[in-house]
């Protein structure tokens, strides 16, 4: 049997453009994950209001695959983030800085599809700029990867979910009926929202940025459905790390 615990904890300080693991993070009611989708890359076309505003305002995977590929490190204490991608290398900058934007543009601006609003600008609103509404951090399932990779005969990686929290222990396909649930994990308790439903940015290989795989049909053919994972929001804050055991209440 195995052990409910928390495998693995992600966050994507730049919405779409990189990811990074970490071993350990304290937790906050109400809030996203620390500095996950902290900023946000706006586009030409983008229709900004100073607060949340949906996804399609910004410049993401599932519009340009090659994004996928981009990892990141953040200096939380300088707010200074640091990229990196196979094709285009590394790049270190601060978002916050707009001075500092006409680096990151010309860093990013060629892995924009041709026809496509560009990348112009990096906002920040003071929460996540999750899909969702609301703050939320996203739960999911190391049965289910284990599953979808086993139906499509290929190792897919977690970072093709650009999940936050990933958990061993979960029977397969529990977490769909899990939205209305609250959840413990460490010290912090979550409160499962909703189920997520997935885009075309899955497809891609997260090593590489190129397609590797129809994910989208695979999810619908093997469940009835595209969705994979849960978004929760955080009802009591505290610290949670890798390892930590976890149980629905």
């Known amino acids: 049997m195995t052990t409910a615990r928390l495998a693995h904890i992600v966050r994507h300080p730049i919405k779409g453009h990189g990811r990074e693991e970490m071993g350990h993070v304290d937790l906050t009611a109400g809030a996203c994950l620390p500095f996950d989708r902290h900023w946000a890359v706006a586009h030409e076309a983008a229709r ?4 949340w505003v949906p996804c399609a305002n910004f410049t993401r995977g599932a519009k340009a695959l090659t994004l996928m590929a981009i990892t990141s490190t ?10 990196h991608h196979p094709e285009a290398g590394r790049l270190t900058f601060q978002p916050d800085d707009p001075a500092e934007w006409p680096r990151f543009l010309d860093w990013v601006g060629p892995m924009s599809p041709v026809g496509r609003a560009q990348p112009a600008q990096i906002v920040s609103v003071g929460r996540g700029m999750t899909d969702s509404e609301f703050p939320s951090v996203a739960i999911l399932s190391m049965t289910t990867l284990r599953d979808m990779s086993a139906r499509m005969g290929q190792d897919l990686s977690i970072h093709r979910w650009r999940g936050n929290l990933w958990l061993e222990g979960v ?7 899990w939205p209305g649930r609250v959840i ?12 997520i439903t997935r885009c075309r940015a899955t497809t ?25 994972g849960v978004y929760a929001t955080v009802l009591e804050g ?12």
Do not use: C, S
């Open 204 to 228: 891609a290989d997260p090593e590489t940025g190129l397609a590797a795989g129809d994910t989208l049909a695979a999810l619908q053919a093997a469940y009835g459905h595209q969705d994979f």
């Open 48 to 51: 900004l209001t100073g607060a």
């Open 74 to 83: 953040l200096d939380a204490e300088t707010r200074t983030v640091t990229l």
């Open 238 to 249: 505290g610290p949670v790390a890798v390892g930590d055991a976890w149980v629905l209440q």
């Open 184 to 195: 413990r994990i460490g010290r912090a308790v979550l409160r499962v929202e909703e189920r």
């Open 171 to 177: 029977p397969l396909r529990a977490e769909e009926d």
